[in-house]
């Protein structure tokens, strides 16, 4: 179904992102694409989809065939036809007024009966588990509600081949087990050829047929899934996290000598404080009514609940993003906010600018501002592209620059949305090794996640966010059913 063959790839700044791939996938195989960040995952498959070399520009030498046809001699409507490609960003991918007519756009554009588009729109909707939301518009979705639309676009096409590229990231653990599921099925009784990329391939274990292990623009590992997950240490290859790389002395459990009284709800007073707090959104019904929470000082405390169930808008409230309607937001210090999707908020022209931005506006003295920005790219390890333009790093170095962002305005509460979402499990390991030191310093962390190991890992308490009020739940890694 498809042939690779890439000598080499280089965007135009001129590095070299892909090189000596010789790749061959056979009609009605699953395969997952997998490797560390940086490692070429996304910018293979824009090769195998034809988006690089016509929409995306670069140097490439090579060739790539689906069904025996040369993609660089078909165009990308051509291409669309039989294969489906959904990106690393689902909020682009959505552009119309409703959800519903966003799943309609692609089959009435291969002027399909409406009866059928009809038919066509509700499986997919019901595929990804979100028929509830055909009639919202795309900007009120959620991250996770975003991502789900996105995949029912593409599959409505009824295309061969599926391409996706972290289809499920900002998706709760229920949703994610289900979609991934779904696409196994839909892989098994149609015999349809799908294309993988996930950070975590643990995940994928019992579904797909072959594993590609991508480092450094090369191809280093090529095997079938029982072996590849027999033979090979995940965590070795940076494909499963550890979140124990933080000195022992940091552990959330054990706070150091003279931290004590920073830690824990009886002592002192809280540095957020939520007191009956009412929240809709213009049009809808009350999303929040009369909800409550405190973070102290030296908490992380993890926010957890199903996609659209209102955690980046309670996140929003406190970060003064969004105006109750009623009811009291305190906020004892300063506030560093980190963004689900990162690429809301960069806008620099290279790393250093980015992160000095904030200081330069508060006008901190030249000195203290290279001290500051040269200490947090070393923290989020980006110090040796300090020069470089946001956008010619891989999404989860963006991730980590935004979170320098935050760092570097030294804040005594992170906010941070999904923070693992998105990076390789080194990364993660990173995250997990500030977060634990800076809350260990007295700093508070209110952290949305669907990343059970880390909530596990790092949380002191944890609330279930559903129907629109507030449980506390044990922070055990396991995700409560809601009902």
Not at 32 to 38: L, P, Q
Not at 142 to 169: F, H, K, N, W
Not at 219 to 247: Q, R
Request: proline share 5%; charged share 20%; aromatic share 8%.
């Amino acid at each position: 179904m498809i042939k690779a063959i890439i000598k080499s790839f280089s965007y135009p700044t001129g590095n070299v992102v892909l090189r000596d791939m010789d790749i061959h996938i056979p009609a009605g195989e699953f395969v997952v694409i997998t490797g560390t960040s940086g490692s070429g995952k996304s910018t293979l498959v824009q090769c195998l989809t034809g988006v690089i070399p016509h929409f995306i520009r670069g140097d490439l030498d090579g060739k790539v065939e689906i069904k025996g046809r040369d993609l660089s001699s078909l165009s990308l409507p051509a291409i669309s036809r039989f294969m489906a490609y959904a990106g690393q960003e689902p909020q682009n991918q959505l552009f119309n007024l409703t959800v519903y007519e966003d799943m309609a756009f692609g089959p009435g554009n291969l002027c399909l009966s409406r009866d059928e588009i009809h038919t066509r729109v509700e499986w997919a909707l019901n595929f990804v588990g979100g028929r509830h939301l055909a009639g919202r518009q795309p900007d009120t979705l959620s991250g996770g509600e975003t991502q789900r639309c996105a995949l029912a676009s593409y599959i409505v096409m009824g295309q061969e081949v599926l391409v996706l590229d972290q289809p499920c990231r900002e998706l709760d653990p229920e949703g994610r087990k289900m979609v991934y599921d779904n696409i196994y099925q839909l892989h098994r009784e149609k015999c349809l050829t799908v294309v993988v990329v996930e950070d975590r391939p643990a995940e994928l274990a019992g579904l797909a047929g072959r594993f590609l292990v991508l480092d450094d623009g090369k191809i280093v590992i090529d095997d079938e899934a029982a072996a590849f997950m027999s033979h090979y240490n995940l965590a070795e290859l940076g494909l499963s996290p550890l979140y124990k790389s933080c000195p022992e002395h940091f552990s959330p459990s054990a706070p150091p000598k003279g931290q004590q009284k920073k830690c824990g709800a009886d002592h002192g007073e809280p540095l957020v404080q939520v007191e009956e707090l009412w929240f809709g959104y213009k049009g809808d019904s009350f999303l929040f009514r009369g909800l409550n929470l405190q973070v102290f000082s030296g908490e992380v405390v993890s926010l957890l609940g199903p996609n659209g169930a209102g955690k980046t808008t309670l996140a929003k409230l406190i970060g003064g993003i969004l105006k109750p309607v009623k009811g009291v937001v305190k906020v004892n210090g300063t506030t560093g906010y980190l963004f689900q999707n990162p690429d809301q908020q960069l806008f620099g022209s290279s790393l250093w600018d980015e992160v000095a931005f904030a200081l330069k506006r508060r006008r901190i003295s030249p000195d203290e501002i290279e001290k500051r920005v040269n200490r947090v790219l070393e923290i989020v390890r980006l110090n040796d592209l300090a020069g470089a333009h946001p956008y010619t790093l891989s999404r989860g170095q963006r991730k980590l620059l935004a979170l320098a962002t935050a760092l570097v305005m030294e804040p005594a509460i992170l906010i941070v949305d999904e923070p693992t979402g998105g990076l390789d499990c080194r990364q993660a390991d990173l995250v997990a090794e500030i977060f634990t030191q800076f809350s260990h310093r007295g700093g508070s962390i209110l952290m949305i996640s669907h990343d059970p190991d880390l909530v596990k890992a790092l949380s002191r308490k944890a609330f279930l966010l559903h129907g629109g009020s507030l449980r506390e739940v044990k922070p055990d890694g396991t995700f409560p059913a809601v009902s």
